[in-house]
T-cell receptor
């Protein structure tokens, strides 16, 4: 059965700290792994990773994929209170060539001033 | 439109009543998805539309749930005879074309509370 597991489930840090969020997956016919940030309700797209070892970067956020060990990490450096959100990891369902995604439970990040 | 729009943003209903949730995808997006998110949980896939057809309804939890899409645009998700376990945020998403179908753009969801 395809599944995605994220850790930790929640994290509290102070502004300026660096955090690493983890996502492990099991899926047949792996195509990609996606990270979303969810503030209030609407998840917003962060990264899509398809190749191992290639870091994707956007400002203070970066992510990398390890297809051999079946995991990805999302790093946030110099955290700010605006980074407080739920971070979701997802992979497309193995048997479907669509946006039918399997999501992890999410990591709730709280950044304190 | 500029983004995926959902209405209503909040809906409170009594157990046993029917509800309709609406989604307006981004203009030109051919694929549309409904997901459900229970409190503290990840998103669960419900149904996928390509154009006006629904090739994958595998996530609909029971026959009380149905959805349709018209004009390759607006979609409605209908829940009949609502139960308390239907309480959740219902999120709609759309994507542009088959090659990048995994990259979904989400609406702000409808928070459904069944009393």
């Amino acid at each position: 059965e395809d599944k995605v597991v994220q850790s930790p489930l929640s994290l509290v840090v102070h502004e300026g700290d660096t955090v690493t969020l983890n996502c492990s997956y099991e899926v047949t016919n792996f195509r990609s792994l996606l990270w979303y940030k969810q503030e209030k309700k609407a998840p917003t797209f962060l990264f899509m990773l398809t190749s191992s070892g290639i870091e994707k970067k956007s400002g203070r956020l970066s992510s990398i994929l390890d297809k051999k060990e079946l995991f990805s990490i999302l790093n946030i450096t110099a955290t700010q209170t605006g980074d407080s959100a739920v971070y979701l990891c997802a992979v497309p369902h193995g048997s479907s060539n669509t946006g039918k995604l399997i999501f992890g439970q999410g990591t709730t990040l709280q950044v304190k001033p | 439109g500029a983004g995926v729009s959902q209405s209503p943003s909040n809906k409170v209903t009594e157990k046993g009543k029917d509800v309709e949730l609406r989604c307006d995808p981004i203009s030109g997006h051919t694929a549309l998805y409904w997901y459900r998110q229970r409190l503290g949980q990840g998103l669960e896939f419900l149904i996928y539309f390509q154009g006006n057809s629904a090739p994958d309804k595998s996530g609909l939890p029971s026959d009380r749930f149905s959805a349709e899409r018209t004009g390759e645009s607006v979609s409605t998700l209908t829940i009949q005879r609502t139960q308390q376990e239907d309480s959740a945020v219902y999120l709609c998403a759309s994507s542009f074309n088959r090659e990048t179908n995994e990259k979904l753009f989400f609406g702000s969801g409808t928070q459904l509370s069944v009393l």
